[in-house]
């Protein structure tokens, strides 16, 4: 089993920075793509930011492309969310997530498509 836990979330004001961290533990997680999910209260979660297994490929939703950046340490079995220029519409609870396929080439945005979550951590951008 993998536990996942989401830290680093807060309130911010539009245009600030802020950097999300997603330890695992239980099991390592090397081998594994992970994600970065939102959601909103009343709506579908949805896909963020995924990084291969190995740190080579990454895959962002077109929202936060150029202002996010998905990265991971595989030494401490952490991937990170470093979220730039915020917006209010950043706003939501961001949840991570892990594909346990080992060193699969995919890089899902199907939340369906990972098997691990984190609890989640909220993330407010006020305008």
């Known amino acids: 089993q993998v536990q996942l836990v989401e830290s680093g979330g807060g309130l911010v004001q539009a245009g600030d920075s802020l950097t999300l961290s997603c330890a695992a533990s239980g099991r390592t997680v090397s081998d594994y793509a992970m994600g970065w999910f939102r959601q909103v209260s009343g709506k579908d979660r949805e896909f963020v930011a995924a990084?291969?297994?190995?740190?080579?490929?990454?895959n962002y939703a077109d929202s936060v492309k150029g202002r996010f950046t998905i990265s991971r340490n595989n030494a401490k079995n952490t991937v990170y969310l470093q979220m730039n220029v915020l917006k209010s519409e950043d706003t939501a609870v961001y949840y991570c997530?892990?594909?346990?396929?080992?060193?699969?080439?995919?890089?899902?945005?199907?939340?369906?498509?990972?098997?691990?979550w984190g609890q989640g951590t909220q993330v407010t951008v006020s305008s």
């Open positions: 990084i291969s297994w190995d740190g080579d490929r990454r």
């Open positions: 997530a892990a594909d346990d396929l080992p060193r699969t080439e995919r890089l899902n945005i199907k939340s369906y498509e990972y098997d691990y």
